[in-house]
């Protein structure tokens, strides 16, 4: 306990803003890329939407304004909580964006949105946040709306506790983000802002990965398309990886995004035991980066030959924020906290970890019925990675949301 509280003297928590990103580059055949700003474009046979919101939902509180239902703004959006007018005990989130905002333009405003809705419209998976509708709410604003995640989301979780989360706990809703992020990857689709902020809890605790405002499509084609990388920083910057900032080495940015989310789940992880994050940024100007930084390059050149892999290695790189966890744990953490993106785990590797295969998840599953390629739990451009199943063991025991389940009064009949 004493080295638990040591580090987490050393970590700090903050709720981020989202740096937004609209150009990105393709890699072909010879990794060339376009650094010209493209504005998005509306997808094709896209119908943007005319039904208004009040047509299907209504608010909590009868006779007042939406947005005495608020629960959650930001930059490009507020999100409150609305019933079906057919059967008030069904409860949605509503994802009301902004009007242009960041945006230039309308229409690159409408354009944006539109990819936006093309990209969480395709999404179906337990760990992930499902959209189940596109309307017009008030002043034509576009409107998302979503399942509603009673338990809140897990940065308000991690501030509320009064002691370090469990090792239990926190393997359990790590191992849900990994599954969630491995099906968007699976379907080409890199998140880039994987952050405690955007992770939200279901009143029974399963973990579900929301806001898609900077996702992005790394393969149009899966597995076998071109890989599209991202040119411009996109992200929070303590959960963003080191190769995204621009430096004097590499003044251009140019970078696969789904190494970036290989690296905000760690970051993640981190969030979870200490209740912050161990860096501030990933780069020179932070300190414990640096430290890190060189720790890691020190062992690679002293040991060229350990293979984090290999449940047998026990000589690791001596690290004080690693102190509390066990050695298989370190290892894993080690792979997707490499600075070197070459050399960084991909979301697959993670999963399928000997670490992650021996955690207990208490959410439920369609593991044993359906196949684990659509689930996103093993690589569809590997072969051998279907003989490599993430384990996914049910037990309903787990209380993520630590006895402060988020209750709404139902209306009445109107």
């Known amino acids: 306990m004493h080295v638990l509280k040591r580090a987490t003297s050393s970590f700090s928590i903050s709720s981020s803003t989202t740096t937004p990103s609209h150009q990105e580059s393709t890699q072909g055949s010879r990794g060339s890329h376009d650094s010209s700003h493209t504005p998005p474009i509306l997808p094709p046979n896209f119908e943007p939407p005319t039904m208004p919101l009040s047509a299907k939902y209504s608010s909590f509180n009868i006779g007042q304004p939406l947005r005495r239902n608020t629960i959650g703004k930001g930059a490009t959006a507020v999100v409150r909580t609305v019933h079906s007018n057919k059967t008030h005990s069904l409860v949605y989130a509503v994802k009301e964006f902004h009007r242009y905002g960041a945006y230039d333009s309308e229409s690159e405003y409408n354009a944006k949105l539109a990819v936006e809705f093309e990209i969480v419209k395709r999404l179906n998976h337990p760990n992930i946040v499902k959209t189940v509708d596109l309307c017009l709410g008030p002043h034509n604003k576009w409107c998302h709306v979503m399942e509603y995640c009673a338990g809140g989301d897990v940065y308000s979780l991690i501030k509320s506790l009064q002691e370090p989360m469990p090792a239990r706990e926190r393997n359990c809703l790590f191992k849900q983000l990994l599954r969630g992020v491995a ?60 190769e995204v900032f621009p430096n004097e080495e590499h003044p251009v940015v140019l970078y696969d995004a789904r190494r970036l989310d290989v ?55 001596k690290f004080r924020m690693f102190a509390p966890y066990s050695l298989a744990c370190r290892r894993l953490l080690l792979r997707m906290l490499d600075p070197d993106p070459t050399r960084r785990c991909t979301i697959y590797e993670a999963l399928n970890d000997s670490f992650t295969n021996r955690v207990e998840i208490c959410c439920i599953t369609a593991d044993n019925d359906q196949d684990q390629e659509t689930m996103g739990l093993v690589d569809a451009s590997d072969k051998n990675s279907h003989k490599m199943m993430a384990k996914a063991q049910v037990r309903r025991v787990h209380n993520h949301l630590n006895g402060n389940k988020k209750k709404l009064t139902m209306p009445g009949k109107v």
């Open 183 to 242: 099906y968007l990857h699976s379907l080409g689709i890199a998140h880039r802002d994987i952050k405690p902020e955007n992770l939200l809890l279901t009143a029974d605790g399963t973990l579900k990965i929301s806001d898609f405002g900077v996702s992005f499509v790394v393969q149009d084609t899966v597995p076998d398309g071109p890989v599209k990388l991202c040119t411009k920083v996109s992200g929070s910057e303590p959960y963003i990886s080191p």
């Open 263 to 317: 690296w905000s789940c760690a970051i993640t992880y981190f969030c979870l035991t200490f209740g912050g994050h161990p860096f501030t940024k990933a780069d020179n100007s932070d300190e414990r980066y640096v430290a890190y930084h060189n720790t890691i390059s020190d062992f690679h050149k002293e040991f060229p030959d350990v293979d984090f892999t290999d449940s047998e290695t026990t000589e690791l790189p």
